[in-house]
């Protein structure tokens, strides 16, 4: 599978992006797909993750209450809707794939920058 992440770009503090992630190349519904995301200086962190049915998902509790995951099968699409948003979320952000559910064993997509000011 492939991955193509989109949608990030320069927000103010209490804004929203929207992240989109299109697979190609493999059935849509194999696969869990997470969201993670590497801060400048910081270790890649796990943001959240969504199951193959598209109806079960994780979030951290750093972005708990004001990020959601979802997908949409008909698009081969899986989005990261991001509310609220602080100068600690930016980050560049990556979307994985992964066959087996743990969002361990993953399958990375290109980054997309966001970037928060304050």
């Known amino acids: 599978v492939q991955l193509q992440a989109s949608g990030g770009g320069l927000v103010q503090a209490g804004g929203s992006l929207r992240l989109s992630c299109v697979a190609s190349g493999d059935r849509f519904s194999r696969y869990a797909f997470g969201w993670f995301r590497r801060a400048p200086g910081k270790d890649r962190e796990f943001v959240g993750g969504?199951?193959?049915?598209?109806?079960?998902?994780i979030l951290a509790d750093t972005v708990k209450g004001r990020f959601t995951i979802s997908t949409d099968a008909a698009k081969n699409t899986v989005y990261l809707q991001m509310n609220s948003l602080k100068p600690e979320d930016t980050a560049v952000y990556y979307c994985a794939a992964d066959p087996t559910g743990t969002f361990k064993v993953n399958i990375w997509g290109q980054g997309t920058l966001v970037t928060v000011s304050s």
């Open positions: 969504i199951m193959p049915s598209g109806t079960d998902s």
